[in-house]
């Protein structure tokens, strides 16, 4: 019972951090994305 316990917690730890990295790289890429097309805009 206590290793299934602890087999879920890490699951789910590792679920939320890797859900947690996806969303951070997401807002970074779209920040790129727009500053280089405010930048290709401009030249």
């Known amino acids: 019972c ?3 316990g ?3 917690g ?3 730890g ?3 951090g890797i859900g ?3 969303g951070i790289v997401d807002k970074v890429f779209r ?3 727009i500053e ?3 930048l290709s ?3």
């Open 2 to 4: 206590i290793g299934i």
């Open 6 to 8: 602890i087999g879920i």
């Open 10 to 12: 890490i699951g789910i």
């Open 14 to 16: 590792i679920g939320i």
């Open 20 to 22: 947690i990295g996806i």
């Open 31 to 33: 920040l790129i994305f």
């Open 36 to 38: 280089t097309e405010i």
């Open 41 to 43: 805009e401009r030249f």
